[in-house]
């Protein structure tokens, strides 16, 4: 993927003027989730002059969503799960962008034979989680198509994140960033919670919700439990599990034979663990109800609670401090590119959107006492506590900071935002935004 070399503002002037000139062709709203029809027809953001095209946005977007959907098996991820994961998006397209171009005045490259070792084990990773229990690893062709890139624009992209990657370990390297045993053993010693191996079972499972959902008549839960009561008599006659779950489950695990995978008992909703308590491996639960629908359980096998020693836990340390330090140095480097308005501009809003569907109506709001509380604290606080706010990358606030600008367009516009209200836009406070990573759809909700 290659990033259109539009300067500003000669740039945007270009752009509305083919604007006009271009034969007017709506777009199918209908067929577009709730981050496409909120962004614009032109660039996302400028960065010193280079423009984060609405394509490059989209294409990269899209490919974070459907890593997910892909790992997480879930075909439709919520609107707020779509938001964070645009707003993410944004952040690292910024920052990226502010790399690349550090890496291109530094000569900093990637040559040909890291792209493909790279390539190769990335592709390995996505076959092996790709990979159903009775069937052949995708092939090449199948996880590109999937992930909607060929092979030369993913060959292109990963080449730019390791560029990405490299520069930032070089700014952290002249920073000093370095990651010492003693630092391992500290973190170690400091946070023993972490490395407590709790018991983990092994479930597969067959789900079959009633029709309805969970507020159906008591006659559609008889149903269900019927069509379980049969998925369960088939395996109990000879039939393996997940032959029969895949004909007959309904959870998002079904095309992998219901295989839940080796899971943390904290991580499992209680039912399945009560259930799972009193059976040996190789047992087959009877059918039983949830505020899901009827399950049918399988115990695979299970591994009891242990402590992690520091000889093992110490690699993922290492390699936790040195990705969490290098992320501080490149966060300074990044954020007066960022926190100025004339090196980034950014037109898409996300932020509003976000706060639209996270707002609940039912929560109580602050007394008139408590809102001259909060403003009088917070005027207290914000200088020393700008300091310590280290753990809001400057890229993840600045996907935010398109978002609390003044502009009157709509969320939904399409239209290429004139150069007054982007300018308008980047005078705003920044907010952060929240990484989408941590609303991946989890197990647990199965």
Same mark, same amino acid.
């Given at each position: 993927?290659?990033?259109?070399?539009?300067?500003?503002?000669?740039?945007?002037?270009?752009?509305?003027?083919?604007?006009?000139?271009?034969?007017?062709?709506?777009?199918?709203?209908?067929?577009? +989730?709730?981050?496409?029809?909120?962004?614009?027809?032109?660039?996302?953001?400028?960065?010193?002059?280079?423009?984060?095209?609405?394509?490059?946005?989209?294409?990269?977007?899209?490919?974070?969503?459907?890593?997910?959907?892909?790992?997480?098996?879930?075909?439709?991820?919520?609107?707020?799960?779509? !938001?964070?994961?645009?707003?993410?998006?944004?952040?690292?397209?910024?920052?990226?962008?502010?790399?690349?171009?550090?890496?291109?005045?530094?000569?900093?490259?990637?040559?040909?034979?890291?792209?493909?070792?790279?390539?190769?084990?990335?592709?390995?990773?996505?076959?092996?989680?790709?990979?159903?229990?009775?069937?052949?690893?995708?092939?090449?062709?199948?996880?590109?198509?999937?992930?909607?890139?060929?092979?030369?624009?993913?060959?292109?992209?990963?080449?730019?994140?390791?560029?990405?990657?490299?520069?930032?370990?070089?700014?952290?390297?002249?920073?000093?960033?370095?990651?010492?045993?003693?630092?391992?053993?500290?973190?170690?010693?400091?946070?023993?919670?972490?490395?407590?191996?709790?018991?983990? !079972?092994?479930?597969?499972?067959?789900?079959?919700?009633?029709?309805?959902?969970?507020?159906?008549?008591?006659?559609?839960?008889?149903?269900?439990?019927?069509?379980?009561?049969?998925?369960?008599?088939?395996?109990?006659?000879?039939?393996?599990? +997940?032959? !029969?779950?895949?004909?007959?489950?309904?959870?998002?695990?079904?095309?992998?034979?219901?295989?839940?995978?080796?899971?943390?008992?904290?991580?499992?909703?209680?039912?399945?663990?009560?259930?799972?308590?009193?059976?040996?491996?190789?047992?087959?639960?009877?059918?039983?109800?949830?505020?899901?629908?009827?399950?049918?359980?399988?115990?695979?096998?299970?591994?009891?609670?242990? +402590?992690?020693?520091?000889?093992?836990?110490?690699?993922?340390?290492?390699?936790?401090?040195? *990705?969490?330090?290098?992320?501080?140095?490149?966060?300074?480097?990044?954020?007066? !590119?960022?926190? +100025?308005?004339?090196?980034? *501009?950014?037109?898409? *809003?996300?932020?509003?959107?976000?706060?639209?569907?996270?707002?609940?109506?039912?929560?109580?709001?602050?007394?008139?006492?408590?809102?001259?509380?909060?403003?009088?604290?917070? *005027?207290?606080?914000?200088?020393?506590?700008?300091?310590?706010?280290?753990?809001?990358?400057?890229?993840?606030?600045?996907?935010?900071?398109?978002?609390?600008?003044?502009?009157?367009?709509?969320?939904?516009?399409?239209?290429?935002?004139?150069?007054?209200?982007?300018?308008?836009?980047?005078?705003?406070?920044?907010?952060?935004?929240?990484?989408?990573?941590?609303?991946?759809?989890?197990?647990?909700?199965?």
């Amino acid at each position: 993927m290659i990033i259109s070399m539009l300067r500003w503002p000669f740039a945007v002037g270009i752009l509305l003027c083919l604007a006009r000139l271009a034969p007017a062709q709506a777009p199918d709203l209908d067929k577009m +989730d709730i981050v496409e029809r909120s962004t614009p027809n032109g660039p996302v953001a400028f960065v010193d002059g280079v423009a984060v095209s609405r394509e490059e946005f989209i294409e990269t977007y899209k490919r974070h969503v459907n890593e997910v959907a892909m790992l997480a098996h879930d075909n439709k991820p919520s609107d707020e799960f779509r !938001v964070r994961a645009g707003l993410t998006t944004l952040g690292e397209l910024i920052r990226r962008q502010i790399l690349v171009a550090e890496a291109a005045k530094r000569g900093v490259t990637v040559g040909e034979a890291e792209v493909d070792t790279a390539y190769a084990e990335k592709l390995k990773h996505f076959q092996q989680d790709m990979k159903k229990p009775d069937g052949p690893a995708p092939t090449e062709a199948e996880v590109l198509k999937l992930a909607g890139q060929t092979r030369q624009e993913a060959r292109e992209s990963l080449r730019r994140q390791l560029v990405e990657e490299k520069m930032g370990s070089q700014i952290a390297k002249d920073k000093g960033a370095k990651v010492s045993d003693q630092d391992v053993s500290d973190f170690y010693n400091k946070k023993p919670e972490l490395f407590k191996r709790t018991g983990q !079972v092994h479930l597969n499972q067959i789900l079959v919700p009633p029709k309805g959902g969970p507020k159906a008549d008591e006659a559609s839960w008889k149903a269900a439990e019927e069509t379980a009561k049969k998925a369960r008599a088939r395996i109990l006659a000879g039939e393996t599990f +997940d032959v !029969v779950a895949r004909d007959m489950s309904q959870s998002p695990d079904a095309a992998k034979g219901g295989d839940m995978g080796m899971l943390p008992t904290e991580q499992l909703p209680p039912f399945f663990v009560d259930i799972a308590k009193a059976m040996k491996p190789g047992d087959v639960s009877d059918a039983f109800r949830s505020p899901y629908g009827v399950h049918v359980i399988r115990l695979v096998e299970t591994a009891q609670s242990k +402590d992690v020693t520091l000889a093992e836990a110490k690699p993922k340390i290492r390699a936790m401090l040195e *990705q969490m330090r290098r992320d501080e140095a490149v966060d300074k480097f990044i954020e007066p !590119v960022v926190n +100025d308005s004339k090196r980034t *501009q950014m037109f898409l *809003q996300l932020e509003r959107t976000l706060g639209a569907l996270t707002f609940d109506p039912k929560a109580p709001k602050p007394s008139i006492m408590q809102d001259e509380a909060a403003a009088a604290t917070s *005027q207290a606080t914000a200088a020393p506590a700008a300091a310590p706010e280290k753990s809001q990358a400057p890229a993840k606030k600045a996907a935010a900071k398109a978002d609390t600008s003044s502009t009157k367009k709509s969320a939904t516009t399409t239209d290429a935002p004139p150069k007054k209200k982007s300018t308008d836009a980047t005078k705003s406070k920044k907010k952060s935004a929240t990484d989408a990573s941590t609303d991946a759809p989890k197990k647990k909700a199965q």
